[in-house]
């Protein structure tokens, strides 16, 4: 459980493990008329002024950074689930449900920021292709 909070605290709440750039926060609160990416020089934090001024497409490093981070805690919050669900012990049964609390409030932030992102409940295979949550073969 250790190593879901420290992936969350690192990637979500974090930048490799504290900096003033988060972009999981920036992302969501940085479009706005209501906030000023301010810098040293015109230019300075390009990636933040185009969330800023509302120029902005997939390819800003902020957006990038803040959809990957999402996907990293998940893959931690994911180890808990998958190597300690079958355990019947009640320690073992809290840490996979604070995981599963963990991974739903990814897999919200998520949706919010991106639609239909790909669900990923479980640590994936290296050839793993999952696809956005609107093809999936299961119909809503």
């Known amino acids: 459980m250790v190593s879901a909070y420290t992936g969350f605290i690192w990637n979500v709440c974090g930048y490799e493990g504290g900096s003033i750039y988060v972009p999981t926060y920036q992302a969501s609160v940085q479009c706005g008329d209501d906030l000023y990416a301010a810098g040293e020089y015109l230019g300075y934090n390009e ?16 957006i990038e950074n803040a959809y990957q981070n999402y996907y990293y805690a998940l893959y931690y919050a994911n ?62």
């Not at 969330?51 to 902020?62: I, P, Q, V, W, Y």
Request: proline letters at 5%; glycine letters at 4%.
């Open 79 to 140: 180890l808990v689930v998958d190597h300690f669900a079958d355990k019947t012990s009640t320690i073992a049964k809290r840490c996979v449900a604070e995981a599963k609390v963990l991974r739903a409030y990814m897999h919200m932030m998520l949706a919010l920021g991106w639609n239909n992102p790909p669900k990923v409940d479980h640590v994936l295979d290296g050839d793993a292709m999952p696809e956005n949550c609107d093809h999936d073969e299961f119909p809503r």
């Open 47 to 62: 990636q933040i002024y185009s969330l800023n001024e509302f120029r902005f497409d997939a390819g800003n490093s902020t």
